[in-house]
C-alpha cells in the first residue's frame, strides 16, 4: 500500500514555461514534506520542504503548494530549465526527525530546449 | 567540506551470501540514513542511526543491521542475501534531529548490489 504517489510517471516541458509535478499522500499524520531531485548515477539531492502549518513556501524558481485536507502537494518550477530535467521524488515524515520518510516513486521531468 | 560517499559502487553477490556496505557521512553530520531504492521505485527507508544507536526502523526484517562508529561513518549489513536484495543502497546523512536542518538529508551515489 503506497502511501506516497505520484501518479504521472514522467512529464515533459518546453523550456521557459512552468513545470508542476504533483504528490498524493494516504497518511494525515505526516507533517513534514520534501522533494528531491536525482539525476543518473548520482544520490538524490534536496531540493525544498514545507512543513504541515503551512500551505505554500518558495525557493527561487521552486514553490510548493500543500493542500492538506486533499492530501495533495505540488511542486512547480517556474521558468522551467534543460537542467532541471531529472527525477522528482516526494517524501513525507510523521515525526520530526526524519526517522522514516516515505518517498513516492518519482517523476521524470524532461525539459525540452 | 567532503560529500557523502559510499563503496564499493557496485557488487555482485550470490544469494545466501553475506555483504557490508560503508558510508562516510558529510562533515559536521551525526545522523545517518540508509534507504533502498528497487529499480523504478523511490527510495525505502531501512534505518536510521544518531549516536551511534539505531534511531528509527522500517519495515525490513532483522537480516538487516547497521552499525554507525565514532566518526559518524556507518556499516550496512545484510546476511543471507535473496534475489529480491538486488537494489541500490543509499545513505543520507544529516545534522543533529535537534537542530533546524534535520530535515534536509545529504545523499551519497549509491552502492549497486545485484544478487544472483
Known amino acids: 500500500d503506497q502511501q506516497v504517489k505520484q501518479n504521472s510517471p514522467s512529464l515533459s516541458v518546453q523550456e521557459g514555461r512552468i513545470s508542476i509535478l504533483n504528490c498524493d499522500y494516504t497518511?494525515?499524520?505526516?507533517?513534514?514534506f520534501l522533494w528531491y531531485k536525482k539525476y543518473p548515477a548520482e544520490g538524490p539531492t534536496f531540493l525544498i520542504s514545507?512543513?504541515?502549518?503551512?500551505d505554500k513556501n518558495e525557493d527561487g524558481r521552486f514553490t510548493v503548494f500543500l493542500n492538506k485536507s486533499a492530501k495533495h502537494l505540488s511542486l512547480h518550477i517556474v521558468p522551467s530549465q534543460p537542467g532541471d530535467s531529472a527525477v522528482y521524488f516526494c517524501?513525507?515524515?510523521?515525526?520530526?526527525?526524519?526517522?522514516?520518510?516515505?518517498f513516492g516513486p518519482g517523476t521524470r521531468l524532461s525539459v525540452l530546449p | 567540506e567532503t560529500g557523502v560517499t559510499q563503496s564499493p559502487t557496485h557488487l555482485i553477490k550470490t544469494r545466501g551470501q553475506q555483504v557490508t556496505l560503508r558510508c562516510s557521512s558529510q562533515?559536521?553530520?551525526?545522523?545517518v540514513s540508509w534507504y533502498q531504492q528497487a529499480l523504478g521505485q523511490g527510495p525505502q527507508f531501512i534505518f536510521q542511526?544518531?549516536?551511534?544507536?539505531?534511531?528509527g526502523r522500517g519495515n525490513f526484517p532483522p537480516r538487516f543491521s547497521g552499525l554507525q562508529f565514532p566518526n559518524y561513518s556507518s556499516e550496512l549489513n545484510v546476511n543471507a542475501l535473496e534475489l529480491d536484495d538486488s537494489a541500490l543502497y543509499l545513505c543520507?546523512?544529516?545534522?543533529?534531529?535537534?537542530?533546524?536542518?534535520?530535515?534536509?538529508?545529504?545523499f551519497g551515489p549509491g552502492t549497486r548490489l545485484t544478487v544472483t
Open positions: 514545507i512543513s504541515s502549518i503551512k
Open positions: 542511526y544518531y549516536r551511534e544507536e539505531e534511531n
Open positions: 562533515s559536521g553530520h551525526n545522523t
Open positions: 517524501a513525507a515524515s510523521e515525526d520530526n526527525y526524519g526517522q522514516n520518510f516515505v
Open positions: 543520507a546523512s544529516s545534522l543533529d534531529p535537534s537542530s533546524g536542518g534535520w530535515y534536509e538529508q545529504y
Open positions: 497518511n494525515s499524520m505526516f507533517d513534514y
